[in-house]
């Protein structure tokens, strides 16, 4: 009521003795009123009947109880009035009369009140005792009936109007409940306090610039949180608050309790925790005063008021971030940061940002709001244009990011190595910054400025009659160096980002090439081994994976093109760099098409591989076991992303002679070998990198003194490669263990000699040409026994018979060929014993002349005078028979 009681739902009065601690006097007074014996039979007004209450009258019975309905009807205009205009923060007065109604009894007085309330204001005034004007709930006017101190200070109607708005003079208002306190759970204001809080919002409003800027940055706080400018104000140091709440009567008593400096600031600093919202919107704009007065020049004052004119709304305005604000570099960032997520605002965002200084965009700032002593740079701001309803708003931003960078005097690297080593910020953020940023570049590198699609034309050069058009663009040939390098150092220096770190390595072996991998992971190896085992260490436990997903995911779409022949050709043949076209595809992270181009995964696996193989990280093998699923001995999925005869398997056969040292290993024929399953493990690796294991079978294989047969080593090599394919086991696993295998073989056929490897070559033929799971290592050595020893014996009898060495050589290859046909691999061996005899065979067949044989005979029937008609039929039957 206008006194300072209320009344509860059950007609009880309570006095106006204020505060909470008076509220829980009053109201235990009540309870233990309610409980004395010789109240405790008498229940409110609204439960009795009206029998009861005429025999209580008669009889004088419950004096109380009448007192107190007396009191109810003469405030029942207070009341009215009071509802009104204390609807709890954030609620409208309609669902708060709605829920006081359905406490309310039927029938009774104040439900008429409230029934009246919710049909039309002028029906309150009607009902009400003294006839009260209820205009509307402006807030004057409600200042006015609670503060009349306040009224009569004449204070501005705008900063009623904007606490009103604001909804902040709610937190103010004396407002007790029989539950508690009032719901934001804020400290009533006091009539001194509230004055001196309005007063100094005033001061703050009368500046044009700064008023629109203020309002827009309240409102939008106080939207997102109720309690925003208290959080703020809570955060303003003790000693700034000593200053800045000078006057304020609450903040003079309390000094004067204490004389002690830190004490005063501590019970500042608890006071602003506590305080309502009227008096902490008081403190941010006595804050934002100083820091606009003392931080900002007359141009940024002039660009924050330009840019809150054209805001209606500052969409994730936070408190820190608005603390952050008042710095030359970090207000326009913070500005152009709210208007990017806006689909009108990211166009103006990006025409302000072209005309800042130079030294503003390109170098760090101070970013408080990221956390104390933290750091940011405009290229953060890709994220805020990355999330813009406008359609290229990201690539209009780094396309005006790359002409700012477009300068001599501008440090592209230092910028880019201070947001690349920020370990706070978003690899994937990282990754589609540095992307987008270098493909930019090499845009505008290999196309024409005439492009009227792509309207980039503000980066180049007018020309004159003398001279053509050229183009400008920062020079980004270091970014990949610097991504290995950033990653190399987070890895050593132990940071608990590796897993992050896969990103940066992705978009590292995108930008860069083959070549360059390879020199950087050389220059590692010598100038620091151990940074290199800490690499590798990063590569098996957070890379590794990350590139297992990339090619799981997209190898699961069966339909998925994974390779493109032509656009290979341009990068691995013609060698134009890779680039990303975000306008086209979307952005890195994102793709349009749900799925990354082919050419992506191209440009991946060739740079992985490079990169594994050159530091000897050995997860290649660790990766086609993850990503294969048949039991074939090719690598199918393998397959997909290299097909035979493309230019990936070419460029990655390159990678691996460069890193073996032998640069002539398996010439045209190494890239056939990259389809088999094993290719990548231990066991072949072992022999692709023991030159010596080689040379000494093609040494072997020399049955002519010309140097030794490369086709048959290439032939062992790959039935090797086939039986570690099909078998996956022990074998694959052991880096020694393909050296052996050669190293048995060699000294099986060693006897033999070349010609023994000739015969070899033929079972070498039908392994690698036939997927037979029966064949074995074990299989392959009994077989090189065995032709070992024939071909000692065949070339012998070559070298007696040399006449007859070619019959002798093509019939026993023709004997082998036919016995692996009929028999199973465990039975070659067995049928290869007797190979002797058909060698003796084939001797004495090939001296042989059977049309002499048969000329002669047919001379001597003729000449012979008895039994010539028998001769004749002999003579028939054993040609027939032969």
């Known amino acids: 009521d206008a006194h300072g009681g209320y009344y509860d739902h059950n007609g009880a009065y309570y006095p106006p003795q204020g505060g909470h601690a008076d509220y829980e006097q009053a109201a235990g007074q009540q309870a233990q009123f309610a409980h004395e014996p010789e109240h405790a039979a008498h229940p409110p007004d609204w439960q009795r009947t009206e029998a009861q209450l005429r025999h209580e009258q008669q009889h004088g019975q419950a004096p109380a109880a009448q007192a107190k309905r007396a009191a109810s009807k003469r405030a029942t205009g207070s009341i009215t ?273 072209r005309r800042f200084p130079k030294e503003l965009v390109t170098t760090q700032f101070k970013a408080l709001w990221r956390g104390p002593g933290k750091q940011a740079s405009f290229l953060y701001l890709y994220e805020a244009f990355d999330r813009s309803p406008r359609k290229y708003a990201r690539d209009e931003f780094i396309e005006a990011m790359v002409s700012i960078f477009n300068a001599p005097e501008v440090d592209l690297g230092a910028a880019m190595k201070a947001m690349i080593e920020d370990w706070d910020l978003s690899p994937t953020v990282k990754r589609d910054i540095v992307i987008a940023f270098v493909s930019e570049c090499r845009y505008l590198e290999t196309k024409p400025p005439e492009t009227p699609e792509r309207k980039r034309c503000f980066i180049w050069t007018v020309s004159t009659p003398d001279e053509p058009a050229k183009a400008k663009f920062p020079n980004t040939s270091f970014m990949d160096a610097l991504l290995f390098d950033s990653i190399a150092g987070a890895v050593s220096a132990g940071r608990n980002v590796s897993s992050g770190l896969a990103d940066l390595l992705e978009a590292a072996l995108l930008l860069s090439t083959a070549d360059k991998i390879f020199r950087w992971a050389k220059g590692v190896l010598s100038k620091d081994p151990r940074a290199a085992d800490d690499f590798n260490r990063f590569l098996k436990q957070y890379a590794l994976p990350h590139m297992i997903d990339l090619l799981k995911t997209a190898a699961g779409n069966s339909k998925a093109k994974l390779y493109d022949q032509e656009k290979a050709s341009i990068l691995l043949e013609k060698g134009v760099l890779w680039k990303h076209d975000s306008r086209e595809c979307g952005p890195y992270s994102r793709p349009i098409s749900g799925h990354r181009s082919p050419v992506d995964f191209t440009q991946l696996l060739l740079g992985y591989v490079t990169l594994d193989l050159t530091l000897g990280a050995d997860t290649l093998w660790s990766l086609i076991q993850a990503i294969e699923t048949g039991s074939s001995s090719k690598a199918g999925v393998f397959e997909r992303f290299a097909p035979q005869q493309s230019w990936l398997r070419m460029a990655l056969a390159t990678a691996i002679r460069r890193s073996t040292g032998n640069e002539n290993l398996l010439k045209s024929k190494l890239p056939s070998l990259l389809g088999y399953y094993a290719f990548f493990s231990p066991g072949f690796q072992g022999i692709l990198y023991n030159t010596n294991a080689i040379k000494a079978v093609e040494a072997s294989t020399d049955s002519k003194g010309q140097g030794g047969n490369k086709d048959i080593v290439f032939m062992l090599l790959r039935a090797v490669l086939a039986i570690m394919s099909m078998d996956g086991g022990a074998i694959c696993a052991d880096w020694n263990a393909g050296v052996q295998v050669l190293d048995t073989l060699s000294k099986a056929l060693e006897s033999g000699g070349g010609t023994a490897w000739q015969l070899f070559a033929s079972i070498l033929d039908v392994v690698c040409t036939k997927e037979l799971p029966d064949v074995t290592m074990e299989v392959l050595g009994d077989c090189a026994k065995e032709l070992g020893k024939s071909g000692q014996l065949l070339a012998r009898k070559m070298a007696n018979n040399s006449g007859i060495a070619k019959l002798l050589m093509d019939g026993t290859l023709r004997t082998i060929g036919a016995s692996l046909e009929r028999s199973k691999p465990i039975e070659w061996s067995k049928s290869l014993r007797s190979l002797d005899t058909v060698i003796f065979t084939l001797e004495f067949q090939a001296k042989e002349d059977f049309q002499l044989a048969q000329a002669r005979f047919r001379w001597e029937v003729r000449n012979t005078t008895h039994q010539r008609r028998g001769l004749w039929g002999v003579l028939g039957a054993a040609s027939s028979i032969y």
């Open 81 to 353: 009035l009071m509802c009104l205009i204390t609807p709890p923060a954030g609620t409208e007065a309609n669902g708060v009369m709605a829920t006081l109604k359905r406490k309310v009894p039927e029938g009774s007085k104040l439900a008429e009140v409230i029934d009246a309330i919710l049909k039309t204001e002028q029906a309150v005034a009607d009902l009400c005792p003294d006839k009260a004007e209820v205009t509307d709930w402006v807030a004057p006017a409600v200042v006015a009936a609670m503060w009349p101190e306040v009224s009569a200070k004449g204070v501005p109607a705008k900063v009623y109007a904007f606490l009103e708005s604001a909804q902040a003079l709610n937190d103010a208002r004396n407002i007790q409940t029989p539950q508690g306190p009032h719901p934001c759970g804020c400290r009533p204001a006091r009539s001194d306090e509230l004055v001196w809080a309005m007063t100094k919002i005033a001061e703050v409003l009368k500046d044009s610039k700064l008023e629109k800027l203020f309002v827009l940055m309240v409102t939008s706080l106080l939207k997102r949180s109720r309690l925003s400018c208290i959080q703020w104000a809570s955060m303003i140091p003790g000693s700034a608050l000593r200053t800045l709440l000078n006057g304020n009567p609450l903040k003079e008593e309390m000094c004067a309790k204490v004389t002690a400096a830190s004490q005063q600031q501590a019970m500042l600093s608890q006071y602003m925790m506590g305080t309502n919202s009227v008096v902490a919107i008081a403190a941010v704009a006595l804050d934002v005063a100083k820091r606009w007065s003392e931080d900002m020049a007359p141009e940024d004052k002039a660009f924050l008021a330009e840019a809150a004119s054209g805001f209606t709304e500052w969409p994730d305005l936070t408190v820190s971030v608005a603390r952050g604000i008042w710095d030359r570099s970090g207000c326009r960032y913070i500005v152009l940061d709210g208007m990017a997520k806006s689909k009108d605002g990211a166009e103006t965002a990006v025409r302000h940002l």
